[in-house]
Antibody, heavy 117, light 107 residues
Framework: QVQLVESGGGLVKPGGSLRLSCAAS????????MTWIRQAPGKGLEWISY????????YYADSVKGRFTISRDNAKNSLDLQMNSLRAEDTAIYYC??????????WGQGTLVTVSS | EIVMTQSPATLSVSPGERATLSCRAS??????LAWYQQRPGQAPRLLIY???TRATGIPARFSGSGSGTDFTLTISSLQSEDFAVYSC?????????FGQGTKVEIK
């Protein structure tokens, strides 16, 4: 069955960097578009980044544009999110999801990122 | 950016009763609207896409309707496992946006 496992979260100081990874299994990863979604504590869901199946198309929310970079390695069935210049407001659970015609049909369990001094 | 507004913020319902949740878009999103369920401590789960199509494995008591700017998620007879937060999501325009969620709690 489809499995998405995020890793790489943790505590980081403001201005610091972190790299999240999402290991995919149970489906043909290279056929799927992917996204990162985050959820701040007690808040709603926020889409932050999207990548096409080949990696040639990438979109970012304004809140992370210029600071975060999405990438994928189809040979390793892996999706990454490089996060630089982190701010307190980036504190959230980060989920990777598959995308099928816009709907987010499979979600990982999430990884918590805390930005605090 | 399209703003998605859900109402009510909290809905108190007795088990076995019907729940009706609303989601309104600030401009038309056609039928490119999905609903997700999130139980405490869990990741969201896709319930409905295309405004009215149930995702694989979703019970028939969940139904979605609407198009354009006004959408409804109906749970016909609430079961104990349905008490959760429900969020709508438009994928018609970039950036994709979500509603703030409706919490369905036990009355």
């Amino acid at each position: 069955q489809v499995q998405l496992v995020e890793s790489g979260g943790g505590l980081v100081k403001p201005g610091g960097s972190l790299r999240l990874s999402c290991a995919a299994s149970g489906f043909t990863f290279s056929d799927h578009y992917m996204t990162w979604i985050r959820q701040a504590p007690g808040k709603g869901l926020e889409w932050i980044s999207y990548i096409s199946d080949s990696g040639s198309i990438k979109y970012y929310a304004d809140s992370v544009k210029g600071r975060f970079t999405i990438s994928r390695d189809n040979a390793k069935n892996s999706l990454d999110l490089q996060m630089n210049s982190l701010r307190a407001e980036d504190t959230a659970i980060y989920y990777c999801t598959t995308v099928h015609y816009g709907r987010l049909d499979n979600w990982g369990q999430g990884t918590l990122v805390t930005v605090s001094s | 950016e399209i703003v998605m507004t859900q109402s009510p913020a909290t809905l108190s319902v007795s088990p076995g009763e019907r729940a009706t949740l609303s989601c309104r878009a600030s401009q038309s999103v056609s039928s490119n609207l999905a609903w997700y369920q999130q139980r405490p401590g869990q990741a969201p789960r896709l319930l409905i896409y295309g405004a009215s199509t149930r995702a694989t494995g979703i019970p028939a008591r969940f139904s979605g309707s609407g198009s354009g700017t006004d959408f409804t998620l109906t749970i016909s007879s609430l079961q104990s496992e349905d008490f959760a937060v429900y969020s709508c999501h438009q994928y018609n325009n970039w950036p994709w946006t979500f509603g703030q969620g409706t919490k369905v709690e036990i009355k």
